[in-house]
Nanobody
Framework: QVQLVESGGGLVQPGGSLRLSCAAS????????MGWYRQAPGKERELVAV???????DYAESVKGRSTISRDNAKNTVYLDINRLQPEDTAVYYC?????????????WGRGTQVTVSS
């Protein structure tokens, strides 16, 4: 089993920045993607950014140009830096790990960390 623990959420003023961290532990297959999703009240969960096992990174249009996803494979940790935060960035942010094995793809989720952007 894989466990994911997020940290770094909180209350941020508009225009501010934050860094989210997610540490994975447990039995992790060699090939895996790590990413961040978010879910605002009354909305569906959406992809924010992903860093796949090959080094490819992708971002949602809403955060492109003001966010950076990075990962430390030695620590099985992924980070998300977001700048110029706006109230519409308010959501619960979830870490995702996607194992890509020869017998299937498996998703694991953290419990989420609340990010609130407000003055």
């Amino acid at each position: 089993q894989v466990q994911l623990v997020e940290s770094g959420g909180g209350l941020v003023q508009p225009g501010g920045s934050l860094r989210l961290s997610c540490a994975a532990s447990g039995s992790i297959y060699e090939l895996y993607d790590m990413g961040w999703y978010r879910q605002a009240p009354g909305k569906e969960r959406e992809l924010v950014a992903v860093f796949d096992h090959g080094g490819y990174r992708d971002y949602a249009e809403s955060v492109k140009g003001r966010s950076t996803i990075s990962r430390d494979n030695a620590k099985n940790t992924v980070y998300l830096d977001i700048n110029r935060l706006q109230p519409e960035d308010t959501a619960v942010y979830y870490c995702n790990l996607k194992e890509r094995t020869s017998w299937g793809t498996f998703d694991y989720w953290g419990r989420g960390t609340q990010v609130t952007v407000s003055s």
